[in-house]
């Protein structure tokens, strides 16, 4: 990105600045309205600081909130408006945090508001008033002199002085009509649209963030005066500090570690004062903690103790977090995107966070995590941040890896964690690296297809050779016969160069919709009257299907599939040879954690409501037959089969089918959703995330 500014934004909280999704993707040169997550790439934000000068400072995505269309889909050329578009950056700032957010109000038909340039020169200031609300967007007229809301505004927050607060912000501007033959602007006409704008107000700005969790933190209400934690922390401060002046060093202290200003340099601070400024600070009762550690480690326990009954404190100290963020941007790119893969395999069992699908929302939900539960008699547990970075750490092979382990290290001192608890996790998570290179990861092609009418088909194709997935067609509004997929298909599957030490073909793994589990794409045949043989797809190659839309319909199953996973080689198989009705299952399998594979040996009717339900569990294997009325020889045969070699298994019965029909009679599907492979986010269908 060069320095020219793209767009503007406000701070949300102490490390997080609020922006128009359309906004990063102009910062990245992409399609403006391009609803994929940027990933880990970093983003140059300057912060301002009212007429103080600006830093720079680099961010990425901690939240991305897609544009969408009103129907969920994605924004087609010509759309002047949209839902969405919102992403929430976490800035690698200050120790101290950013210099505080505005208040934030709803907004009010006939309210003038002022946006600024994302420049933030301050000329280029444009008045603003209100004129329509409907919910979800609002519409704001310019004043007819001054500045006119245009390219660089988007983001802006919308300052309503009458309220001294923001009130939404800049999503696009009407420009003038254009001649459609030529694209060139067409002489102004006194009956043009001059000077509107559209906006999304703070209520649905708020609607939006709430459910990821986001304000929460940012916000911080004042301490309850009878609330528990304050009392406890309140005592506290009294008996480690009894005297004014250790307040006065104490609370200096603390304001340098947490980069606020300190108080008066003779009046102390209240004890009540103090345990206030640990419960509105997120990170100051860590710092107090640590200033505590050596001289008063009795005093730092229970200083931890007492803030552990509180939601606001977070894991971490400002030196801390700030050398954390310092560790992660000298990563290696390829261990940064398998963050999410090592915090699976170090969590299994982490409960699902709406919208917690960033490396930065990851991290920002560990921090809020308990211990990992093995702990002896009054030792602290170790903090679910720390076991994961240790998985984290066991993937590098750079520098990183002892300057990550030193930093775990200090963290662990700080909480008065023993070196034998760190290092029992250390081990855990190089136990883990060795069993992955026991099993490295298969190439794969991803295949979305979408009905469009009777026997036609679009696709959308990926190819993941383990660093994730890179989407390899364009097309994705054509249609296609099965023949023509198919070809389409194999000439992506051709392209591919498997590693030399790996034998296996690639694996298929075909993205649908819940209506679409039972289509044939593994039967599907590149007829091509040049070519020698025939190119089945389920017969040349391992063909799984995958429903993100089930499994993402229940957040809060997304653990128990993790978990699952995991079990895989050791995991149970259940077969469910009566029909069953979704309630019937769902008891079943609701806390069967061990249950990793379920054959469902069932009539057609009911089949697919029990194959759907156990795929919203998070059941990551599912084997059913498409064509068989009674006993499946599918299910017979697949039993036979060890559950992490099912998709060559069933490639072979493809395979014998096609020679030997009486024999193998089944028509198989294997329904395969791997928690260590990420699926492209375009195919996550919560509203916020259709594409």
């Known amino acids: 990105m060069d320095d020219k500014a793209v767009g503007a934004g406000f701070v949300l909280g102490g490390e997080t600045v609020l922006t128009c999704a359309h906004v990063v993707n102009a910062a990245l040169g992409r399609t403006v309205l391009d609803p994929r997550a940027p990933g880990l790439t970093e983003i140059g934000v300057e912060v301002r600081d009212g007429e103080a000068s ?8 901690a939240h991305w909130i897609a544009p969408r269309a009103r129907d969920g889909g994605p924004v087609r050329p010509g759309d002047d408006e949209w839902l969405g578009d919102l992403a929430v950056l976490r800035v690698d700032g200050p120790a101290g945090g950013l210099p505080a957010g505005p208040r934030r109000a709803a907004m009010a038909v006939g309210q003038e508001v002022e946006a600024c340039h994302g420049s933030g020169v301050e000329a280029t200031f444009a008045v603003l008033t209100v004129r329509r609300l409907n919910g979800s967007r609002a519409y704001l007229d310019g004043a007819p002199t001054g500045m006119a809301v245009g390219p660089g505004y988007s983001g802006s927050p919308l300052w309503c002085e009458t309220e001294k607060a923001v009130v939404g912000l ?19 006409s006194t009956q043009d649209l001059a000077r509107r704008s ?28 009878d609330d528990h934690a304050f009392l406890l922390l309140v005592q506290a401060i009294e008996d480690i500090f009894p005297s004014a002046s250790g307040r006065v060093e104490g609370a200096k202290r603390l304001a340098r570690a947490c980069g606020v200003p300190h108080g008066s340099e003779v009046t102390p601070p209240t004890p009540d004062e103090f345990a206030a400024f640990l419960l509105t600070h997120p990170r100051a009762l860590a710092a107090l903690a640590g200033n505590l550690r050596r001289d008063a480690p009795q005093d730092a326990d229970r200083v931890l103790a007492a803030g552990a009954l509180s939601r606001t404190p977070l894991l971490l100290s400002p030196r801390e977090y700030v050398a954390l963020r310092k560790h992660l941007r000298a990563m290696e790119p390829e261990v940064l995107a398998r963050i999410p893969e090592a915090i699976r395999a170090a969590l299994p069992h982490m409960a699902a966070q709406p919208g917690a699908d960033t490396v930065e929302a990851l991290l920002n939900h560990l921090e809020a995590l308990p211990g990992d539960g093995r702990a002896g008699d009054g030792e602290p547990r170790v903090p679910a941040l720390l076991r994961a970075m240790e998985y984290v750490g066991a993937l590098c092979t750079s520098a990183v890896r002892p300057q990550l382990r030193l930093w775990a290290d200090g963290v662990a001192q700080r909480l008065g964690i023993t070196r034998a608890a760190i290092g029992e996790r250390r081990s855990d998570a190089q136990e883990w690296v060795r069993s992955l290179r026991a099993r490295t990861a298969r190439v794969r092609v991803l295949v979305q297809v979408t009905r469009a009418g009777q026997g036609r088909h679009q696709l959308r194709i990926w190819c993941d050779e383990g660093a994730g997935p890179r989407q390899v067609s364009t097309d994705s509004v054509s249609s296609h ?26 694996l298929v793994e075909v ?7 039972n289509l044939p794409v593994d039967e599907w045949t590149a007829r091509d009257p040049e070519a020698l043989v025939p190119g089945v797809l389920g017969v040349e190659f391992p063909l799984v299907v995958h429903c993100p839309e089930l499994l993402r319909r229940h957040g809060r199953f997304l653990a128990h599939w993790r978990s699952r996973w995991s079990r895989l080689d050791s995991g149970k198989t259940l077969v469910v040879s009566a029909s069953m009705d979704r309630d019937a299952i769902y008891s079943r399998l609701v806390n069967q954690l061990d249950t990793v594979r379920v054959c469902v040996d069932v009539p057609p009717g009911p089949r697919d409501g029990i194959v759907q339900t156990c795929l919203a569990l998070g059941i990551p294997v599912v084997v059913w037959d498409r064509g068989r009325d009674g006993t499946s020889h ?3 045969y697949t039993a036979q089969i060890a559950t992490p070699e099912l998709p060559d298994g069933v490639r072979d019965y493809r395979a014998n089918a096609k020679v030997n029909p009486p024999d193998f009679p089944g028509r198989p599907v294997l329904a395969w959703a791997d928690a260590d492979r990420t699926v492209p986010r375009l195919h996550l269908t919560e509203p916020q995330e259709s594409a």
């Open 54 to 61: 600006s830093q720079r400072y680099f961010a990425r995505v």
């Open 198 to 225: 559209w906006a999304a107000p703070w209520q649905r700005v708020e609607a939006e963030l709430r459910p990821l969790g986001v304000l929460d933190r940012v916000t911080p209400d004042p301490p309850d005066p």
């Open 511 to 517: 993205l649908v919709d819940r209506s679409g589990l």
């Open 170 to 188: 800049v999503v696009a501007h009407f420009m003038p009509p254009v001649d459609r033959a030529t694209g060139a602007p067409r002489p102004p």
């Open 481 to 506: 016969s099965a023949s023509e997929a198919a070809r389409e298909v194999l000439r992506v599957l051709d392209s591919l160069t498997p590693p030399v030490e790996d034998e296996r073909p690639p």
């Open 634 to 636: 599918t299910v017979r």
